[in-house]
């Protein structure tokens, strides 16, 4: 499913019917095989769409001077802090 026409919203919604399937426990030791494996690229690939952007609105919002300016910092749904 990772290719380069997959969008990222399509490949968390994949990766989150994968973890549904597994933590259900309803398929066989195989399948949870292929399923995590096909998680793990799909994560890949998420977390790297993620970074690409962040690296983008860092440039946006970066002043001439190269310090970054308009950003503050937020939590995430973990509760860490990440910088807008």
């Known amino acids: 499913m990772v290719d380069k ?3 990222f919203e399509q490949a968390l919604e ?6 549904d399937k597994l933590e259900s426990g ?8 292929k399923q995590y494996e096909e998680g793990m ?7 790297a769409k993620l970074d ?3 690296k983008k609105i ?3 919002v970066k002043d001439k001077g190269g310090k970054v300016t308009g950003s503050k910092p937020f ?7 990440k910088l807008l």
């Open 5 to 7: 026409e997959v969008k």
């Open 14 to 19: 994949k990766l989150e019917e994968i973890v």
């Open 26 to 33: 309803d398929i066989g030791l195989d399948e949870s095989i």
């Open 41 to 47: 690229k799909l994560l890949k690939f998420c977390t």
């Open 52 to 54: 690409e952007v962040e």
């Open 58 to 60: 860092e440039i946006l």
């Open 75 to 81: 939590k995430n749904e973990e509760g860490q802090d």
